[in-house]
């Protein structure tokens, strides 16, 4: 089975700074990879996936993720955050019907 | 076109009562998956049905815990004699297909709070 490590639990940055939210997947089949977040009090909203070609994904509100394979890895990345991106964010990996979640991060954008 | 309807949004239970979680796909979705989060944790999958049939159920708890995708209507997550550790958010999510490149889509979670 699949499992995935966000390597960060909590990430404070301030407004207009860049952000890279770490995700590491191990996997012994090909899977596909997502990325959701998380506002307070609501359900998880996709917010880019990876199934193949190109491995650099763009999302919705500016979030890019990058997929490496040789590293099994598929960071987030916003050159520039908002406030309003403050959430919990979700690595996912899936085969099938098997979709594992990381722990999540906790992205916090300060003024 | 709704997307994944959960009810309640907050439930409260008595410990050993009995909590009904419902949950209506997305319309055209026949696959649903229910997921537990517990505060500060991420998600757990419970169990994964579709129309009639439960294809997955690894992550139930063996007792208490029970789950239905009847022919007619929403998913049932059924918990019975609720206890405090039962106290968390459900999420139940939809997908067309069970081909991997489809990713779920997620309800706004019913709260339950045991007291």
């Known amino acids: 089975a699949q499992s995935v490590t966000q390597l960060d639990s909590q990430v404070p940055v301030f407004e207009e700074a860049p952000v890279e939210l770490r995700c590491n997947y191990s996997?012994?089949?090909?899977?596909?990879l997502f990325w959701y977040v998380q506002y307070p009090n609501q359900g998880l909203q996709l917010l880019l996936k990876y199934l193949s070609g190109s491995t650099l994904v763009k999302g919705i509100n500016g979030f890019e993720a990058e997929f490496n394979k040789s590293q099994t890895s598929f960071h987030l990345r916003k050159p520039s955050v908002h406030i309003s991106d403050t959430a919990e964010y979700f690595c996912a990996v899936r085969n099938n019907n098997d979709m594992r979640f990381g722990a999540g991060t906790r992205l916090t954008v300060k003024p | 076109n709704a997307g994944v309807m959960q009810n309640p949004r907050h439930l409260v239970r008595r410990r050993g009562q009995e909590a009904r979680l419902r949950c209506s796909p997305m319309k055209g979705h026949s696959h649903v998956y229910w997921y537990r989060q517990l505060p500060e944790e991420g998600l757990k999958f419970m169990v994964y049905?579709?129309?009639?049939?439960?294809?997955?159920e690894s992550g139930m708890p063996k007792e208490r815990f029970s789950a239905e995708f009847p022919k007619e209507g929403p998913s049932i997550l059924r918990i019975q004699q609720v206890v405090r550790g039962d106290s968390a958010a459900y999420f139940c999510?939809?997908?067309?297909?069970?081909?991997?490149?489809?990713?779920?889509?997620f309800g706004s979670g019913t709260r339950l709070t045991v007291v």
């Open positions: 049905l579709q129309k009639e049939n439960i294809i997955d």
């Open positions: 999510a939809s997908s067309p297909t069970g081909q991997g490149e489809y990713g779920y889509t």
């Open positions: 996997s012994s089949v090909s899977v596909y």
